[in-house]
């Protein structure tokens, strides 16, 4: 795959609560993927965009949610975030990024 097609994969990490506990915890990262992203394209995409060795990519789909402002009644959009864990020793420095 090409290098250009891998870096737009990965759209921006994702900062949550649930987030920082499994990178505090577990050498976890989260981040926030395109919908057609399969779990080795996200490795290949992780290793070459942060130059890291990953031992495994678990992925999730966020599903919508009903939104309501007023009368109008809407939903949210659907997004996939990836669990990324890295091998022993590896990180990733993320202070300066912007979603």
């Not at 050498?27 to 993927?33: G, H, T």
């Not at 992925?59 to 997004?79: D, E, I, L, S, Y």
């Amino acid at each position: 795959m090409k290098q250009e097609r891998l870096l737009k994969l990965i759209r921006a990490p994702h900062m949550s609560e649930k987030a920082t506990i499994a990178t505090e915890q577990r050498n976890e990262f989260v981040f926030e993927v395109e919908q057609t992203a399969t779990k080795p394209k996200i490795k290949e995409a992780i290793e070459l965009l942060f130059k890291t060795q990953v031992k495994s990519v678990r992925v999730v789909n966020v599903k919508t949610k009903p939104k309501r402002f007023g009368k109008m009644q809407g939903r949210t959009k659907a997004w996939k975030k990836a669990y990324v864990s890295l091998a022993e020793g590896q990180q990733i420095e993320l202070t300066g990024v912007q979603p």
